[in-house]
């Protein structure tokens, strides 16, 4: 009797598992065009790239090129110094905007402003601002004290200076919700506590709100490292690369080889910067992997 009724049972599994069935078809076949817009569009352009960047000599004529040691030098202080100031201020503005006072609520709506409208409008406005002859830096204050405002993008130090700030101020309003959702997430009840014991502001945040949120503000400055290497809008769209070429970071050193019709140049650009996005995307997986 058993052993029937495991047949029966076998057979009639075996009947309700066929092939594929429709609806797995219909899956698979909307699939599909996913995968070949991964292919066309994501997979062949890089393969492509890589495949221009092949020669050994590419890479001997960039290294010999001296905007390319420049060029390395920006990006290591661009990354460095303005992932740093902007993850630091945006912690400290999520103390700000975490609180409930309604004003607040208002302020935060105006600062999430830059990060939510597109890029080419904002920096080319910094831009004609920041014109050493009609813009409303030199014109409204420098004339008016007869004289005559410096011309700001054609020096490289403050060039490169105001293409980081532009970084800060267009990245910063992301960057400080994600801080303020980590504060969010600390029980209410250990500040209260904290408060009883008589801990000031900053112990709270020495024993309370720094160890809660550490590893998250560790997370989200890697992968902010990892954005900022590849951010070519903030420095091509304010200063363009120049004056001379020297204010030129790896995002937009490519350009420059274009515009000289070197595109096996411009892509060996890119292909050296590998080194130094690859090892933050396998410490932000082992981080994320924990």
Avoid at 59 to 74: C, G, M, S, W
Wanted: hydrophobic share 55%; charged share 10%; with cysteine.
């Amino acid at each position: 009797m058993t052993t029937a009724l495991a047949s029966s049972a076998a057979s009639g599994s075996a009947r309700v598992r066929p092939g594929l069935s429709t609806w797995t078809l219909w899956g698979r076949a909307l699939l599909v065009p996913y995968v070949l817009v991964f292919l066309v569009f994501v997979l062949y352009p890089v393969g492509y790239g890589l495949w221009l960047a092949r020669h050994p000599d590419s890479y001997v004529r960039l290294l010999d090129d001296p905007i390319f040691y420049r060029t390395a030098v920006n990006t290591l202080i661009f990354v460095v110094v303005a992932v740093n100031v902007k993850m630091v201020v945006a912690l400290g503005l999520s103390g700000f905007f975490v609180q409930t006072r309604w004003w607040i609520k208002i302020v935060s709506m105006v600062f999430i402003l830059p990060w939510a409208v597109p890029s080419i409008p904002t920096i080319l406005s910094v831009r004609f601002m920041l014109n050493p002859e009609w813009g409303v830096i030199n014109s409204t204050i420098f004339r008016l004290t007869g004289l005559d405002g410096p011309n700001w993008l054609n020096d490289p130090t403050l060039g490169l200076g105001f293409a980081m700030l532009m970084h800060i101020w267009k990245s910063l309003p992301f960057w400080t919700l994600i801080l303020v959702a980590g504060r969010l997430a600390i029980p209410g009840e250990q500040y209260e506590a904290a408060s009883v014991d008589g801990a000031t502001r900053g112990q709270k945040f020495r024993f309370i709100t720094w160890p809660a949120m550490k590893d998250l503000y560790l997370t989200c400055t890697i992968l902010s490292m990892i954005w900022t290497l590849g951010d070519f809008n903030s420095v091509y769209l304010l200063t363009g690369g120049g004056p001379a070429d020297l204010t030129h970071v790896l995002a937009t050193l490519g350009i420059r080889y274009l515009r000289l019709d070197q595109i096996d140049l411009a892509m060996a650009s890119l292909v050296v910067a590998l080194p130094l996005v690859l090892p933050l995307v396998w410490v932000m997986m082992k981080r994320l992997s924990k």
